[in-house]
């Protein structure tokens, strides 16, 4: 594990042979470094090529929620993953040997800094923030994780977007023999997820890297996922390759999968139903299990909460739409 | 149209006592292991459930009704086949069980899942169809399961197995039920779906190019 100060060494000086960063690239990473030093951030982000290992120097964050965290086992043995199969179990299950390092991410379109980034470098102008947010599921359960990331509004800054720069577009990494899910036409590959830019530069979503202070599991999108917690899971895209700033706006995975039940603001909402289920509660995940026929019947689902909760950050940025037209 | 209802014949092969005493307590037991694994599992004996408990013990109902059904439809055929006539004996208990199972899956989402909440559960039964379509299926079967009894069969005479082909309008709506609840993965509930059809076809073309009258 790396402490160090942002001028100490250049991560590239410590990138293996067939990963250094060329003459172009090593410009980019000095753009990108440059901002550090406006941040003034205390310790620069490192992200440990080794499971479960310590991440240094995270901050706690004043959006973080005082609710009971999920278990690790919770959050990282059911989740949605499709690019590792299908049913709750398969990201743990079918991610275990998942390499996520080296790992670059592309930047382009509409703005004035792009190309390809080592991970590494992405991440090293900025400060590891503890966000303890909620996860509501469109499937109607919910949980409550601690995640470790950096504020996506201060990576945006970094590539300097152009006005006309109107949405931001994710994309996961789409490799078939490192994702066997991506095997199967579950969805159409790769998986993209956008935020317009006003979405994206406020203060609430992040780049996660990490969970419970700890490097993120591949099972829930390392070694790079978007967190936004006020709309529904599917939105926060896992295994971030490419980031691009678009004039229009893409269709989304589950968009072109099922237009008519999935939309592209997908705003947790209880007001505006799934066409196969109620929006207006929600189950807590937490396993009770072993705990009895007591413990199953105390576990009632809760109101779902518009904007999961974050309307005081977000709800100002829907003023005038019409929610239920734009699920 | 005897010959569809079977399990009256006297070729059988094994002697009633045997079958009472031995065999049919037996299958009994053995068709009771999912719901004992279940049991199991709310106690943290034989595994766990999982990090959403009610979701799996729901599913997990849920699959076995369906399964049960397919067993159960599975054994005329089987018996017409083989010859083993014996089967006939086992095809009630098959379907009852196919009921008990639906039955707790509904149970559990009855309970559990919409922890009675009364208003939750008549909008769910009527604006999700496919929710509907699942309680159509358990109304289908929980009439079957009432008129089960030889008695009830009896009074029905002709009209008992008439109303008893309705099984293939419960395991088609159950297919289609499960099909709909899943998002885009259907795997599984196309295998449901491609047993139920060969099962369909089965009859259909024996109903169609045979004289029913020949079975015996």
Redesign the interface.
Known sequence: MLIRKAADIRSSEITSKDHYLDRRKFMQAAALAGGSLLSGAALPATIPDEKRAKLEGIVPSAFSTDEKP?SY??VT??NNYYEFG?R??DPYRNSQDFESQPWTVQVSGNADVNGTFALEDLVKPHTLEERIYRLRCVEA?SMVIPWVGIPLAAIIKQFKPLSSAQYVVFETLHDPNRMPGQR?R??RWPYVECLTIAEATNPLPILAVGLYGEVLPNQNGAPLRLIVPWKYGFKSVKGIVRIHFSESRPRTSWEL??PHEYGFYANVNPEV?H????Q??E?R?????????Q???S???QPTIKFNGYGEQVAHLYDGLDLRQNF | MTGWISGRTSNSVLKNSQLRFIWKPTVFLICLIPAFHAVGDVYGITGDLGANPVENLQDRFGNWGLRFILIALTITPLRIQSGWNWLARFRRMLGLFAFFYVLMHFLTWLFLDQGLLWSAITEDIIERPFITIGFAALLILTTLTATSTAGMRRRLGRRWQKLHYWVYGAASLGVWHYWWQVKLEASEPLIYAAILAVLLIYRLWRRIFLNPQREK
């Not at chain 1, 995940?285 to 026929?293: D, F, K, M, T, Y």
């Open positions: 999920n086992t919770d043995t059911y299908v709750k179990e359960w199967s579950s969805l999968a099922a139903s066409p196969r289920w109620s207006a509660r189950r995940i937490g396993s009770e299990s072993g705990g009895g026929l413990s199953l019947f576990a009632a689902k």
